[in-house]
């Protein structure tokens, strides 16, 4: 067996364990390859055709993974996704499959963890919102939780 096939079974032993992107698989391949780039994309391509490799099942399973496991919102999602190399259709098809309510249900826990940590800093209100945006939510839907947990806290 060459080079190109003992690769080619290995990829697809780790392509049936989780998902992966193209750009993941290929990065993989062309370091396994040690730099031929011709063969790496040859390798894709093969994974691709034989639905080893899948950008859109994979960008679904990471939009859910990420927002249930590790409370992050759709604008981090979606720059993770993009970052990886994948379309921006497929990552607004992805985000469909993140339930609203239960990403907002998860932001306020979030939120609410964070206020425990931060009680009594002066500018709890700002650490609370900065931490909100960087978790990749959108400010119009973290201002007002805020105000409410201030509120209910205070």
Same mark, same amino acid.
């Given at each position: 067996?060459?080079?190109?096939?003992?690769?080619?079974?290995?990829? #697809? &032993? #780790?392509?049936? *364990?989780?998902?992966?992107?193209?750009?993941?698989?290929?990065?993989?391949?062309?370091?396994?390859?040690?730099?031929?780039?011709?063969?790496?994309?040859?390798? /894709?391509?093969?994974?691709?055709?034989?639905?080893?490799?899948?950008?859109?099942?994979? @960008?679904? &399973?990471?939009?859910?993974?990420? @927002?249930? =496991? +590790?409370?992050?919102?759709? /604008?981090?999602?979606?720059? &993770?996704?993009?970052?990886?190399?994948? !379309?921006?259709? /497929? /990552? !607004?098809?992805? =985000?469909?499959?993140?339930?609203?309510?239960? @990403?907002? +249900?998860?932001?306020? !826990?979030?939120?609410? &963890? *964070?206020?425990?940590? =931060?009680k009594g800093d002066p500018q709890e209100k700002f650490k609370l919102i900065k931490f909100?945006?960087?978790?990749?939510?959108?400010?119009? *839907?973290?201002?007002?939780?805020?105000?409410?947990?201030?509120?209910?806290? !205070?």
């Amino acid at each position: 067996m060459d080079d190109f096939a003992k690769m080619l079974d290995r990829l #697809q &032993a #780790q392509c049936v *364990k989780r998902e992966y992107c193209r750009s993941d698989i290929f990065r993989k391949a062309l370091t396994a390859l040690e730099g031929d780039k011709d063969a790496a994309e040859r390798l /894709v391509e093969s994974l691709v055709e034989d639905r080893f490799v899948d950008d859109s099942r994979y @960008a679904a &399973a990471f939009a859910r993974e990420k @927002a249930r =496991l +590790s409370g992050w919102g759709p /604008v981090k999602i979606s720059f &993770a996704l993009t970052a990886k190399g994948i !379309s921006k259709a /497929v /990552v !607004s098809e992805a =985000l469909k499959e993140v339930d609203p309510d239960e @990403a907002d +249900s998860r932001m306020v !826990s979030v939120l609410e &963890a *964070k206020y425990r940590a =931060l009680k009594g800093d002066p500018q709890e209100k700002f650490k609370l919102i900065k931490f909100g945006l960087t978790r990749g939510y959108e400010y119009e *839907k973290i201002a007002p939780v805020v105000d409410e947990i201030l509120k209910k806290n !205070s």
